[in-house]
């Protein structure tokens, strides 16, 4: 069975920080790339940080840039977010992804999705 099971959410204070995981059993990890999504009320998904386990590339949105940092430990099947200096904007559902594509999530697809973990930042 192919799951991925995001951790790590909670309510921090601006200026915080946390860190997401992301593990992903059932698939070949190495062969995916992953990505962390998020959605806000009333908002539309956003793509928010990408890494492909094959080459290691990352990629971040504007939005983030400098703030997150994604990692992947290939040995434990796990990807990181780290969100430093978390903004009250970043509130959101954030979910992780995987795909074999990265054209897929560039666009928002992708094959497997995790159920989410909420991101809270307070004033």
């Known amino acids: 069975e192919v799951q991925l099971v995001e951790s790590g959410g909670g309510l921090v204070r601006a200026g915080g920080s946390l860190r997401l995981s992301c593990v992903a059993s059932?698939?070949?990890?190495?062969?995916?790339?992953i990505a962390w999504f998020r959605q806000a009320p009333g908002k539309e998904r956003e793509g928010v940080s990408r890494?492909?386990?094959?080459?290691?590339?990352?990629y971040y949105a504007d939005s983030v840039k400098g703030r997150f940092t994604i990692s992947s430990d290939n040995a434990k099947n796990t990807v990181y977010l780290q969100m430093n200096s978390l903004k009250p904007e970043d509130t959101a559902v954030y979910y992780c992804a995987a795909d074999r594509g990265l054209h897929r999530l560039r666009s928002g697809f992708a094959d497997y999705w995790g159920q989410g973990t909420q991101v809270t930042v307070s004033q």
């Open positions: 059932g698939f070949r990890f190495d062969d995916y790339a």
């Open positions: 890494i492909s386990n094959s080459d290691s590339s990352t």
